[in-house]
């Protein structure tokens, strides 16, 4: 039977980031299609957030796989301070849909943020409670860069788009 495993972790870019005009930075984009290209074959899902210099990201999947998967993230270049912040087993993803989703919206983020006493985003700083409701902004938020692209629970998904993602986030053809 197959371990499921929700881990969360914090980084920090080692070379700062920017996207032109509030389009998605360039190394978001190949992370991004790196991850929905091997994602599925490990069938590992969930989110990643980018802002202040700062990845948040959350990895779900059978357990060993997330684990390796956190190995080479922790050793890849482009991340420094490497720190996980929560690691739960689950009975069911949260991102089931998402080989990797990414969420651009400040505004939501901005609001819980503001509700937990703080100015910045600074993912250092969460507790459990906070990740939790971060995640749950996470859930409900669209994806400019996709639509779903996976059914790790199974089920059919007739939405997915099939624009290649460096179109989509960069609007080119």
């Known amino acids: 039977m197959e371990q499921l495993l929700r881990m969360v972790y914090v980084s920090e870019s080692t070379q700062p980031l920017s996207g032109l005009g509030g ?15 091997n994602n599925p074959k490990l069938e590992v899902g969930g989110v990643l957030y980018f802002r202040n210099n700062y990845f948040f990201q959350c990895l779900e999947g059978e357990q060993d796989v997330v684990n390796d998967l956190y190995q080479k993230i922790a ?3 482009r991340h420094k301070q490497v720190q ?3 690691v739960k087993r689950i009975h069911q993803r949260q991102f089931s849909d ?11 983020v901005n609001r ?4 937990f006493g703080m100015q910045e985003f600074n993912p250092y700083q969460f507790d459990d409670y ?9 859930n409900k938020s669209s994806d400019q860069t996709s639509q779903p692209d996976q059914s790790y629970s199974h089920q059919p998904n007739p939405d997915r788009q099939s624009k290649g993602l ?5 609007g080119r053809r």
Request: glycine share 2%; net charge positive; no cysteine.
């Open 84 to 86: 996980t912040l929560s």
């Open 112 to 115: 819980l943020i503001r509700q």
């Open 130 to 138: 906070m990740i939790d409701e971060l995640l749950k902004v996470f």
């Open 166 to 170: 460096f179109s989509r986030l960069f």
């Open 75 to 77: 050793t890849d270049p």
């Open 98 to 108: 998402w080989s990797m989703k990414y969420v651009a919206s400040k505004d939501q």
């Open 23 to 37: 389009e998605v930075p360039i190394e978001i984009g190949r992370i991004l299609m790196q991850s929905r290209k």
